[in-house]
């Protein structure tokens, strides 16, 4: 072990080098700067680097210069080096020591941060130069990025307005408003941020490990096929937030790093390390990006390194968050930058859960990012975690998810997912696609305005049985019948258990249709998607959310008309005649009303979902008046 003065004289050196690089350069001849640049970098040096391999305090190990790769990137070169260590001549590359700093020649010359292949058999690191990541410690964050109840996004900035102005950023969804969907969203990011070359092809980021906390085994795999190609690594085990009293209080050179993507009783962080804090309560980190969004707003944490576990494959440390500090702010190729002062708004989900005789805990919550693209799949996972720890069982379920989402001065929307699983609860992707997540995604991408999720509250109700009709047939009891009348159809429905349940739906087909044979549909209202008007701004975005389908526990009755219907400026009106289409339509522009074929439904409640589909005809009949 270590000597505690041998401790003392690294951590001194760190804090003196940091300090140098803050203060104006000493007087004198002999005076060096505090930052060592690839030019001034040869073969063979030798130095040290700063890391933390237990608890929350900085550890030396030794580095030698092998050399430098010129034009590594575009305007960018990158230090070579062994880490000759006792501990890293087992562990090589180590995931979570990305931002470690090191020093040649007593100066900073960069972040460890690039790892040459899987399967090492030599500890060999690739290292950011220091005088890129300073560039990005020093770049400005733009007026109003969050709206941060109204406050300024930093301290030094203006007043941001009352409302903050649409920021568009390069995690958005790339779709029509309300039209979100997350998988298509990771297929968006993963394209215009790059998944990067394959390991064992050159010097690569070495991957964020992402500790996760409270996370089941199939939100973690549900997770992982969202992330994983952004070069975050998920791992089971970590990543809580311990509050530890004794941590420090602020950064330090080579200390522990966490981005924290969730908080609470599910928690997932990002692990690294802190490179160079200036004193003033920013750092640059990690010498590589989280997930190269720019501008950014995710909570931070001091980290604490439980272990490194030593892997032929890649090892990475374990650890988790000793004390929450900071906020990333800005996530570019050469480092991530963290504001001390700043805090990053986060979305609260609180879950109750009810139906589960017995359930030691019922009640959760946890608080996630409100970056755009992690924050719905992020909500879509704590949720399948929940329901996975609390309500697992090897039966049948129905259930049901209501949910309500609070936008910071717009009110609240009321969202309801249902469903019915077999042998178990449902699969976390259900949950990726519930209208929680939609909606979180089509509030957070919107084109109009920076839009704030001040909470989540969801229940979740489950019940151990199939609460199911199946549709067997539908009976047509009046195959010809007078325009403008009723028709009768009789609809066979099966139960899991039990006797045939017959229900007679009424239909009125209207005087149009006379003289033709028209077809009825028969489906269940959950896979009917009524006609929306596109949204024009926010608020009527909301006011689309829950109409996204018809109630689930019922049956609809539809067929076509041969009217037409029109969507403009957030109303729908269903049924038009064509000459009024053409007295709408503008003569000298071409954002008039979009028509739609029109459809008239007869909605039925029932006790019961149903599942099925069937199609009949009827005749209608002229009648002369």
């Known amino acids: ?182 998988r298509e969203h990771a297929r968006q990011i993963a394209a215009h941020l790059g998944t990067g070359p394959e390991p064992g092809h050159g010097f690569v980021p070495s991957a964020t490990p992402l500790m996760m906390a409270g996370v089941g085994d199939r939100a973690a795999q549900a997770l992982r096929t969202l992330i994983e190609p952004l070069g975050l690594e998920p791992l089971q085990g970590g990543g809580g937030t311990g509050n530890d009293p004794n941590a420090p209080r602020h950064f330090v050179n080579g200390g522990g790093l966490g981005v924290q993507l969730a908080r609470g009783d599910v928690s997932m962080m990002g692990l690294g390390t802190a490179t160079y804090v200036d004193g003033a309560g920013k750092l640059a980190g990690f010498g590589h990006p989280m997930l190269n969004g720019g501008d950014e707003a995710i909570p931070t944490c001091v ?61 959760w919550h946890s608080e996630v990012t409100q970056d755009k693209f992690l924050a719905p799949g992020l909500a879509g996972v704590v949720l399948g975690s929940l329901i996975e720890a609390t309500t697992s069982e090897r039966r049948d379920v129905t259930w049901k998810l209501s949910s309500q989402v609070t936008v910071t001065g717009h009110g609240s929307v009321q969202l309801e997912d249902v469903g019915i699983a077999s042998g178990g609860t449902p699969e976390a992707g259900d949950w990726l696609r519930s209208k929680l997540v939609t909606t979180l995604g ?9 839009a704030r999720i001040e909470r989540v509250q969801a229940r979740f109700e489950v019940k151990y049985a199939r609460d199911l009709w199946r549709l067997r047939g539908v009976e047509v009891l009046d195959p010809v019948v007078d325009a403008g009348g009723r028709a009768r159809l009789r609809l066979r429905l099966v139960p899991e258990n039990g006797p045939e349940v017959a229900r007679v739906v009424e239909v009125t087909l209207p005087q149009e249709l006379g003289g033709k044979e028209v077809e009825l549909d028969v489906l269940p209202g959950y896979d009917v998607v009524p006609e929306l008007a596109p949204p024009e701004n926010l608020d009527q975005l909301l006011a689309n959310e829950p109409r996204q389908m018809i109630s689930p526990r019922t049956v609809v009755v539809q067929f076509r008309v041969p009217s037409q219907g029109i969507a403009y400026r957030g109303h729908v009106t269903p049924r038009l005649p064509t000459f009024t289409l053409d007295a709408l339509r503008p003569q000298s522009s071409n954002a008039g009303p979009e028509a739609f074929q029109s459809w008239s439904r007869t909605v039925v409640p029932l006790e019961m979902y149903i599942d099925g589909h069937d199609k009949v005809k009827v005749k209608v009949r002229t009648v002369l008046r």
């Open 303 to 363: 980290g604490t390194v439980l272990w490194i576990n030593a892997s032929s494959l890649a090892s990475h440390k374990v650890g988790e968050c000793a004390r929450s500090l900071g906020t990333l702010v800005q996530d570019r190729q050469s480092a991530i930058v963290v504001d001390e002062r700043v805090v990053a708004p986060v979305v609260p989900i609180d879950v109750d859960i009810a139906g589960v005789v017995g359930a030691p805990h019922t009640h």
């Open 1 to 182: 072990m270590r000597q505690p003065s041998a401790l003392l004289g690294a951590l001194s050196t760190g804090v003196l080098v940091a300090l140098g690089a803050a203060v104006p350069l000493a007087r004198g001849e002999d005076a060096k700067p505090p930052t060592i640049s690839p030019s001034e970098i040869k073969s063979g040096m030798k130095g040290y680097g700063l890391t933390v391999f237990r608890g929350t305090q900085p550890e030396r190990f030794d580095v030698e210069v092998i050399g430098v790769l010129q034009s590594f990137r575009p305007g960018q070169s990158l230090i070579v080096i062994k880490t000759p260590n006792p501990r890293l001549d087992i562990v090589k590359t180590v995931r979570g020591m990305s931002g470690s700093p090191i020093y040649l020649d007593g100066r900073l010359a960069g972040a460890y941060a690039y790892s040459l292949s899987q399967f090492e058999v030599e500890p060999v690191a690739g290292v950011t130069p220091i005088d890129l990541m300073l560039t990005e410690l020093r770049r400005p964050i733009p007026a109003g990025f969050w709206p941060l109840d109204s406050t300024a996004p930093l301290p030094t900035a203006a007043a941001a307005p009352a409302r903050p102005e649409h920021h568009a950023s390069a995690t958005m969804f790339e779709g029509p408003p309300g039209a979100y969907d997350l």
């Open 442 to 450: 089509d509030v957070l991408s919107n084109p109009w305005e920076q």
